[in-house]
């Protein structure tokens, strides 16, 4: 290592400090914090984003990656060093457009809106969160003006997420989503009757639901030495750095399923990010509105990994077959009946519902869909804040059949706009369609994996996506990673007959 690199190293260290303590600060905001924390907690997270981002943007961080570009000029542009330096440079060239007071403005706004969004949704109250997404999105429009020129203004929200990724390109995977996702869910409508999860819609013990999730998610390799599960009340995960990567989650008593796929799913994004590259820890994502401690590649990357271990793993034959006998011994009264199959086809239910995180794998997409349209067209200028219930309700009758009989169970229902995550959602659904297209790469590479996971054995599994994904860290551009890995460009294929296969069979249509 050079010693230009080191410096660069020295100071993006420090900005992922700030990053990482932020990140606890929010960790605890939405575990123990007491409720009257909330606006000073508002004021110290805009504090440390403000300094992160004035760290982050100086001249003499700006002259150390110029010293360190001309020092790994000649190295391999796969390493590590020319990766960190390629990344950085594309995070700050962004976050140079941005003014600090931007940062803390926006962070401050974030932090009251949530606050508002908190106390709204369960009075089902949208004139009281009406002017504070207000106030987001001027801040939005303000932000998007700092990346002009730009083919549509939806592009700059979209790459702090997903970076390099453009709105025309979602908008060509969505119309593929839309066309097999809506009938295919019409036709098992329509056969709703073919499958019965009454069994795990009865009580089922707190603390055995809680522990047999711990006892699974070790089991796949989730390291509890750099990590630790605590309740909120929505699951999430949060990397601090590689070294301490949390998961929090929820317990339903009156029903099996929600809990353990919960843990699932965070423990997918929490092994990413346990499995970065020591060399390629301690660097910032700071990419012009966002600032995160992880240093991954992106949002939709990220959930492939806990897609990919919810479903494609925990919603499969091959994890029942190791995994149904010691459940059945956990809950004897509930499940000492019922036969694997039938299990395995209760767990898969689909059912067109009002909330997206309690949506089935074959309905998620059009939760998605629905927020992605009502977003652009906002951002577009073409809906009013005003009119945003209206159009929630009838997108959700659109796509789902459905009309919310209130604002909570409706436009309220989701925390992403009121902390300013707008260009957010598509990296959900982008993330169904990434793990489909690694799974397939993954089962060439390992031809025994369904053979191996239902002996309980996922050394295999997680050693490939270490090696293939996690080391890698945000060394790579999403698309360019997956292209690395799997030789394809993004495509929503592999996960519409995934898709398709899976539910055909359990649903019997032809
Ligand atoms: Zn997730």
């Excluded at 709105?167 to 809506?182: C, K, P, Y």
């Excluded at 099996?256 to 020591?278: D, K, T, V």
């Excluded at 149904?324 to 009264?333: D, H, K, T």
Aim: no cysteine; hydrophobic share 40%; aromatic share 10%.
């Amino acid at each position: 290592m050079g010693p230009h690199f080191g410096k660069l190293r020295e100071l993006a260290g420090r900005v992922f400090d700030l990053a990482s303590a932020a990140g606890l600060l929010g960790w605890d905001m939405q575990t123990y914090m007491p409720p009257g924390g909330a606006d000073g907690r508002a004021h110290a997270l805009a504090t440390l984003a403000s300094l992160a981002h004035e760290l982050f943007v100086r001249d003499d961080f700006g002259e150390a990656l110029e010293a360190a570009e001309e020092e790994v000029k000649d190295l391999d542009p796969d390493s590590d060093e020319a990766g960190i330096v390629a990344r950085l440079r594309q995070d700050f060239d962004k976050s140079r457009r941005v003014p600090s007071e931007w940062v803390a403005e926006s962070v401050r706004t974030a932090g009251l809106a949530f606050n508002a969004w908190v106390k709204a949704r369960p009075a089902s109250d949208f004139p009281a969160f009406q002017p504070h997404i207000e106030k987001v999105l001027e801040l939005k429009r303000a932000y998007i003006s700092f990346f002009e020129p730009y083919d549509s203004p939806y592009d700059p929200l979209l790459d702090d997420f997903e970076p390099g990724l453009k709105l025309a390109t979602v908008r060509g995977i969505f119309s593929e989503l839309r066309e097999v996702q809506v009938p295919l869910v019409q036709a098992i409508s329509e056969r709703s009757e073919a499958v019965d999860d009454s069994f795990l819609r009865v009580p089922y013990d707190e603390s055995a639901q809680w522990d047999f999730g711990l006892e699974v998610i070790r089991d796949i390799g989730y390291d509890f030495e750099r990590g630790r599960q605590d309740k909120a009340p929505h699951p999430f995960s949060t990397a601090l750095n590689r070294g301490d990567v949390r998961i929090t989650n929820r317990v339903n008593p009156n029903r099996f399923g929600p809990a353990l796929f919960g843990s699932m799913h965070e423990a997918g994004h929490a092994i990413y990010s346990q499995g970065i590259a020591p060399a390629l820890d301690r660097i910032p994502s700071l990419s012009g509105s966002t600032l995160e401690g992880s240093h991954d590649a992106s949002l939709a990357m990220h959930e492939s990994q806990s897609r990919m271990l919810e479903n494609l793993v925990g919603r499969s034959r091959a994890f029942w077959s190791a995994y149904y006998p010691r459940l059945q011994s956990v809950f004897p009264e509930q499940l000492g009946d019922i036969k694997l199959d039938a299990f395995y086809r209760a767990i898969n239910k689909v059912e067109r519902s009002l909330i997206r995180v309690e949506a089935d794998e074959a309905t998620y997409n059009l939760h998605i869909m629905l927020r992605f349209e009502i977003e652009t067209e906002l951002i577009g200028g073409n809906l009013s804040v005003a009119d945003l219930p209206q159009a929630w309700n009838s997108k959700t009758e659109e796509y789902l059949g459905l009309t919310p009989p209130d604002d909570r169970r409706g436009v309220l229902q989701d925390v992403h706009w009121s902390v300013g995550y707008i260009g957010y959602f598509p990296t959900y659904a982008l993330g169904n369609i990434i793990a489909a297209q690694l799974w397939q790469k993954l089962s060439t590479d390992l031809p025994d994996i369904e053979a191996q996971i239902s002996r309980g054995n996922f050394t295999e599994l997680i050693g490939w996506l270490h090696k293939n994904v996690h080391r890698h860290g945000g060394k790579y551009k999403p698309m360019d990673l997956l292209k690395r890995i799997t030789g394809q460009e993004l495509s929503a294929a592999p996960y519409l007959e995934y898709l398709t296969d899976k539910y055909s069979e359990i649903y019997g249509l032809s």
